[in-house]
């Protein structure tokens, strides 16, 4: 593996300046530069240069203001076979290592490589391309960085097994190198389901110190940013101790994790056609760690509409959505600007309500309402995909925004206002239906009492709630009214009462003969 793939390449740089870089630095060539858009390959003279050339120059060295990522150049036919482990503890016995390799499948080869550093080198090839991708340790997107994190694919028995012996090699490799300091345990876990891992007033996570012995803390929000959405829970304890409160922090995150894709298939089932993907709402990969979701539509996704408007377009709702007063700005935008891009990537109606403040849009602001002024209401308008991107997107802008603490999830109150003679199906008899919502979707569901019905004959039902399970609850509700409008259209009308009049039909001629 003399074959050098140097990343993260200006398109300024040529190869004139690669090689000015490695004369500098004192690492010899055999061959040319070949040098492509983003990246270019070179030929070292042996194995020993390519991988000083590694050490040197990858994460540490920059060129026209990028940092060079520097690493074996693999053809594609053995790219995802073969994988090189480094930094290696030379007191690691062989043993040890093979054990920890044949947990992700079989080991066709493995070699050590002859360097000039003091830890060991190791090339490995596994048998099946899935089994070499199960050990992934993102040194290109982390080159230079202190820490490096690694994500492991297993059963959660395996991903412990593994988390405890990664805890056991590093403790051991501190006590060789007299390195003093505490090493603790670090996961990184997606914002979403951080919320529910420390519970109401902290109790969950007090809870896990407390069992497992240990001392644990979560990166601030401020830390987050739209292109890492992810938390970094310390654990710091002894290995046994960190070992048990991986378990529970896994365990509840992964609870998250299923309840929301128990929701999100339910939505995909009820919206069907959307693309949940591309709302960047929801975590994929495995629990706590992947960024991103597979392309596939969720299991249960249906191709045309079944609830709303039957086979054509879904019909239209308004929801009143509640947030905090001091997110308007946030909102809205500079100019009105966030409004609109959020209209428009929606495809809905957005307005906030006016409550003595000057209007930075006319055209986006409602009348004033007799809400509490501590809240200000959106009115969102569009069918069900297009409530789901906007209010998906509002959540997380008030959470990106920091309008929540750390310690809270994003729970907001939701109205939709429903025909008066269909809100006792809503509640169900003795509260059944609503009881039975509030169970299926963990909101919180309420039709006040002694309502008085608006204007059109409407009263209001309030949902409270996290984001997907506001979502479920409101889907629910619309189905129940959606059956209710398919019965009030099956009745036969009343004996001298026609059809509505515009829906007559023409009058028939009497037949002369």
């Given at each position: 593996?003399?074959?050098?793939?140097?990343?993260?390449?200006?398109?300024?740089?040529?190869?004139?300046?690669?090689?000015?870089?490695?004369?500098?630095?004192?690492?010899?060539?055999?061959?040319?530069?070949?040098?492509?858009?983003?990246?270019?390959?070179?030929?070292?003279?042996?194995?020993?240069?390519?991988?000083?050339?590694?050490?040197?120059?990858s994460?540490?060295?920059?060129?026209?203001?990028?940092?060079?990522?520097?690493?074996?150049?693999?053809?594609?036919?053995?790219?995802?076979?073969?994988?090189?482990?480094?930094?290696?503890?030379?007191?690691?016995?062989?043993?040890?290592?093979?054990?920890?390799?044949a947990?992700y499948?079989?080991?066709e080869?493995?070699?050590?490589?002859?360097?000039?550093?003091?830890?060991?080198?190791?090339?490995?090839?596994?048998?099946?391309?899935?089994?070499?991708?199960?050990i992934?340790?993102?040194?290109?997107?982390n080159?230079g960085?202190?820490?490096?994190?690694?994500?492991?694919?297993?059963?959660p028995?395996?991903?412990?097994?593994?988390?405890?012996?990664?805890?056991?090699?590093?403790?051991?490799?501190?006590?060789?190198?007299?390195?003093?300091?505490?090493?603790?345990?670090?996961?990184?876990?997606?914002?979403?389901?951080?919320g529910?891992?420390?519970?109401?007033?902290g109790?969950?996570?007090?809870k896990?110190?407390?069992?497992?012995?240990?001392?644990?803390?979560?990166?601030?929000?401020?830390?987050?940013?739209?292109?890492?959405?992810?938390?970094?829970?310390?654990?710091k304890?002894?290995i046994?101790?960190?070992?048990?409160a991986?378990?529970?922090?896994?365990?509840?995150?992964?609870?998250?994790?299923?309840?929301?894709?128990?929701?999100?298939?339910?939505?995909?089932?009820?919206?069907?056609?959307?693309n949940?993907?591309?709302?960047?709402?929801?975590?994929?990969?495995?629990?706590?760690?992947?960024?991103?979701?597979a392309?596939?539509?969720?299991?249960?996704?249906?191709?045309?509409?079944?609830?709303?408007?039957?086979?054509?377009?879904?019909e239209?709702?308004?929801?009143?959505?509640?947030?905090?007063?001091?997110?308007?700005?946030?909102?809205?935008?500079?100019?009105?600007?966030?409004?609109k891009?959020?209209?428009?990537?929606?495809?809905?109606?957005?307005?906030?309500?006016a409550?003595?403040?000057?209007?930075?849009?006319?055209?986006?602001?409602?009348?004033?309402?007799?809400?509490?002024?501590?809240?200000?209401?959106?009115?969102?308008?569009?069918?069900?995909?297009?409530?789901?991107?906007?209010?998906?997107?509002?959540?997380?802008?008030?959470?990106?925004?920091?309008?929540?603490?750390?310690?809270?999830?994003?729970?907001l109150?939701?109205h939709?206002?429903?025909?008066?003679?269909?809100?006792?199906?809503?509640?169900?008899?003795?509260?059944?239906?609503?009881?039975?919502?509030?169970?299926?979707?963990?909101?919180e569901?309420?039709?006040?009492?002694?309502?008085?019905?608006?204007?059109?004959?409407?009263?209001?039902?309030?949902?409270?709630?996290?984001?997907?399970?506001?979502q479920?609850a409101?889907r629910?509700?619309?189905?129940?009214?959606s059956?209710?409008?398919?019965?009030?259209?099956?009745k036969?009308?009343?004996?001298?009462?026609?059809?509505?009049?515009?829906?007559?039909?023409?009058?028939?001629?009497?037949?002369?003969?």
């Amino acid at each position: 593996m003399n074959k050098l793939y140097i990343g993260n390449v200006s398109e300024e740089a040529s190869a004139e300046d690669l090689e000015t870089i490695f004369e500098q630095w004192k690492i010899p060539h055999s061959g040319p530069f070949l040098v492509k858009t983003g990246y270019a390959f070179v030929d070292c003279p042996d194995e020993k240069v390519a991988m000083k050339a590694i050490d040197i120059l990858s994460g540490k060295v920059e060129l026209h203001g990028k940092l060079l990522e520097v690493e074996h150049s693999v053809p594609k036919r053995q790219r995802s076979c073969k994988l090189q482990i480094r930094n290696i503890p030379p007191h690691m016995q062989w043993e040890v290592l093979d054990g920890l390799l044949a947990q992700y499948g079989t080991v066709e080869i493995c070699e050590q490589v002859n360097t000039d550093t003091d830890t060991a080198v190791v090339n490995v090839r596994y048998a099946a391309k899935d089994q070499a991708r199960q050990i992934d340790i993102h040194r290109k997107e982390n080159a230079g960085a202190a820490e490096k994190p690694i994500t492991v694919h297993s059963t959660p028995e395996g991903c412990s097994s593994a988390c405890r012996t990664i805890m056991e090699i590093m403790q051991k490799e501190a006590l060789d190198t007299k390195f003093t300091e505490e090493i603790p345990l670090k996961i990184l876990a997606h914002n979403n389901f951080v919320g529910r891992l420390i519970g109401k007033e902290g109790r969950n996570l007090k809870k896990i110190e407390v069992d497992t012995e240990t001392k644990i803390t979560i990166s601030p929000l401020q830390d987050l940013t739209l292109y890492n959405p992810e938390r970094t829970i310390t654990v710091k304890g002894s290995i046994e101790a960190c070992s048990r409160a991986e378990e529970e922090v896994m365990k509840k995150i992964r609870e998250s994790y299923e309840n929301d894709v128990a929701a999100m298939n339910l939505q995909s089932n009820l919206i069907p056609g959307l693309n949940l993907n591309a709302l960047g709402l929801f975590p994929g990969g495995a629990p706590g760690m992947g960024p991103s979701m597979a392309n596939a539509p969720p299991p249960g996704a249906q191709a045309g509409y079944s609830s709303f408007g039957g086979q054509g377009q879904p019909e239209s709702e308004t929801v009143h959505l509640f947030i905090p007063a001091l997110a308007v700005g946030a909102i809205i935008g500079k100019q009105g600007q966030h409004i609109k891009q959020l209209s428009r990537f929606a495809g809905a109606s957005i307005k906030i309500s006016a409550d003595e403040v000057n209007v930075v849009d006319a055209n986006q602001i409602a009348p004033p309402d007799s809400i509490d002024t501590k809240q200000r209401m959106v009115i969102i308008a569009g069918p069900p995909e297009a409530q789901f991107k906007a209010q998906g997107r509002i959540f997380g802008k008030l959470k990106e925004e920091n309008f929540f603490g750390p310690k809270e999830e994003v729970k907001l109150e939701a109205h939709i206002k429903v025909p008066s003679f269909a809100a006792g199906r809503v509640i169900g008899k003795g509260g059944k239906t609503v009881n039975e919502l509030q169970n299926l979707t963990s909101a919180e569901v309420v039709v006040p009492r002694d309502q008085t019905p608006d204007e059109n004959d409407q009263v209001i039902v309030k949902i409270t709630g996290h984001f997907y399970a506001s979502q479920l609850a409101q889907r629910k509700i619309q189905e129940i009214l959606s059956q209710v409008r398919r019965q009030q259209q099956s009745k036969p009308s009343p004996r001298g009462e026609g059809p509505p009049h515009g829906d007559r039909p023409p009058l028939a001629r009497p037949s002369r003969k």
